[in-house]
């Protein structure tokens, strides 16, 4: 609704039908840790790495539906549970091999591309939001945000 705002990119599973949505990035939620510890867990129930975001009960949700998939109830009472506000330090946790983590996909990426984080159960994931650009109708054809549309997608893709 700011004149001033070309573009926002918003993580919701909302849409927003008086809006141009240019493109979108969808999520899907695994669990991952560090190697050593990824191994070790299939054999004996592991540590949890969570995240306590401002409505927890959408990352608790997730772990639910998670072990639900995995047809591992029981690891809704880990060995042990580290939490973190931030989903960075969680991530850093389980890397260091603290635990294991409820990790969206694109906030892994890097991690498992460079091995420090792999998937416990790569066959196993839960969905999550998307990221979608949105703009104004009509404002998809300016040029700066069209040439901006287009890398993103561009990105999107990688």
């Known amino acids: ?26 999520e899907r939620f695994g669990v991952y840790g560090a190697p050593a510890l990824v191994a070790q867990a299939r054999r004996a129930k592991p540590a949890l790495v969570t995240v306590r975001w401002r409505d927890s009960a ?4 997730g772990w639910r539906q998670w072990c639900e998939a995995a047809g ?11 939490a973190y506000a931030e989903e960075h330090y969680a991530l850093q946790a389980a890397i260091a ?9 694109v906030m892994v990426s890097d991690s498992v591309a460079a091995g420090t984080l792999v ?6 994931s839960v969905a999550g939001a998307a990221y979608t650009a949105l703009c104004a109708p009509g404002r998809e ?3 700066p945000v069209k ?12």
């Open 72 to 82: 591992l109830p029981a690891w809704r009472k880990p060995a042990a549970v580290h």
């Open 97 to 105: 091999g603290q635990g294991l983590v409820l990790a969206s996909s």
């Open 1 to 26: 609704q700011d004149a001033s705002v070309d573009v926002a990119i918003r993580y919701s599973s909302r849409r927003y039908p008086a809006l141009h949505a240019a493109c979108a990035l969808q």
């Open 119 to 124: 998937p416990l159960r790569p066959e196993v």
């Open 141 to 143: 054809r300016h040029p």
């Open 147 to 158: 040439a901006f549309l287009a890398w993103l997608r561009q990105e999107f893709k990688g």
């Open 58 to 61: 959408l990352y608790d949700e």
